[in-house]
């Protein structure tokens, strides 16, 4: 169990390098490689106990929910409080205390946070009742039963996830919006998982036997930022997606959503999008291929690299828990290193390795009962004062 907790709380670790970059911005790239932290997740044991969607051991939580809706600060709090327990179970079953790298942090962190992107299967019975609710099976047929007015959905089927309907839906968005208000008929409206749902239905109802599925290639965050620019949604929702006066904050408009439910959103603000970008004669952006899910990539990372922190509330926390007693730069007073000396905090991921390599020494030193515990956003908060305190350039 303990190297399954091992990869979680190696997730939460990587806010430390959101310490570098006080004022929350995300303009360097996303880092780590998931298909290298998928490697260490397996020969690391970390499979043993915990799954991605049932699929793994049952000891630990399922990686692919675990920590939903969280920043990166706030699972590193979540998961920092638990590390004594980790470091007994570590002790009491003989095993040597692992250290890593900070490309090894880069890569796990990558993968398990990756795993979130995609949706787990929806239900095709509900999708069968919102096919017929929201009038879909008016105008289109899946399995040869629907009305002939847009196109059959069957080859919808060949894709595993949902993304290349809402990649179609979002092409044929205002065609379709002509057409629904020339027949008097509301356009349709997404909520929750409705979309996955749909998909789950088309895929069991298609008339396409034998298929051969298709995989997607990955979606890649970075991708995702270029064409956040390149199809004018900055315009309207800033360089990082944190809203302007002509569009909201992205962060918060998909907060604690899964893919599939940031695919409806972004669904249902197309009409407006629409008319919008009409009126100013621009044209209405389009997606090939994975460029939808790069760009939903790139919003749900924003998410998870939240860094915006208190200053004031930083310090607070740095006396509150006492770092000083450990950390301070008194002469004869210093137990730990001395944080506005260390170069540690300087690059993206130098504290969290710092941190997680060292944490038996600090067990050893303040035990579980002193264990400083972090809640809300006391790690975020406690981020921005450390590096505030840095005399390092």
Not at 98 to 114: G, K, M, N, R, V
Not at 344 to 370: F, R, V
Request: glycine fraction near 10%; charge should be negative; proline fraction near 6%.
């Amino acid at each position: 169990m303990i190297r399954g907790m091992l990869a979680v709380w190696l997730a939460a670790l990587l806010f430390f390098a959101i310490a570098s970059t006080a004022s929350g911005q995300t303009s360097e790239p996303f880092t780590g490689d998931p298909t290298v932290g998928r490697g260490i997740f397996v020969d690391r044991g970390c499979v043993d106990c915990h799954s991605i969607w049932d699929n793994g051991g049952s000891l630990g939580p399922d990686f692919a929910v675990v920590g939903a809706g969280r920043s990166l600060q706030q699972l590193a709090g979540l998961f920092w409080n638990h590390t004594p327990r980790m470091i007994e179970t570590v002790r009491d079953r003989g095993t040597e205390w692992p250290t890593f790298s900070e490309d090894d942090l880069a890569d796990i962190i990558s993968y398990i946070y990756y795993v979130k992107l995609f949706d787990e299967p929806g239900d095709p019975e509900s999708g069968e009742r919102w096919f017929r609710e929201k009038r879909c099976v008016a105008c289109h047929a899946v399995g040869g039963i629907g009305g002939d007015v847009g196109p059959p959905l069957d080859s919808y089927a060949n894709y595993v996830a949902p993304i290349m309907l809402a990649t179609g839906l979002w092409n044929s968005g205002p065609a379709m919006q002509a057409s629904q208000v020339a027949r008097g008929v509301p356009m349709p409206i997404f909520v929750g998982r409705e979309m996955s749902d749909i998909h789950a239905y088309i895929r069991q109802r298609s008339s396409l036997r034998d298929r051969e599925l298709i995989f997607l290639q990955p979606p890649d965050p970075n991708a995702g930022r270029g064409l956040f620019a390149e199809k004018g949604c900055s315009r309207c929702h800033g360089d990082d997606g944190r809203g302007t006066r002509s569009g909201p904050d992205l962060r918060t408009a998909t907060q604690r959503m899964q893919v599939s439910e940031i695919a409806g959103q972004l669904w249902n603000h197309s009409f407006q999008m629409s008319a919008a970008m009409g009126a100013l004669s621009s044209t209405f952006p389009k997606f090939q291929a994975t460029e939808m899910a790069d760009v939903i990539s790139f919003l749900y990372y924003l998410r998870f690299y939240e860094s915006d922190g208190d200053l004031e509330a930083g310090e607070r926390v740095y006396v509150s828990k006492r770092c000083a007693s450990c950390h301070a730069g008194e002469a004869n007073s210093i137990v730990g290193p001395d944080l506005s000396q260390s170069e540690s905090i300087l690059t993206p991921l130098g504290l969290a390795t710092a941190m997680w390599n060292h944490a038996p020494a600090m067990y050893d030193l303040i035990q579980w009962e002193e264990w400083p515990r972090f809640e809300g956003e006391e790690m975020r908060d406690l981020s921005v004062f450390l590096r505030s305190m840095s005399s390092k350039p």
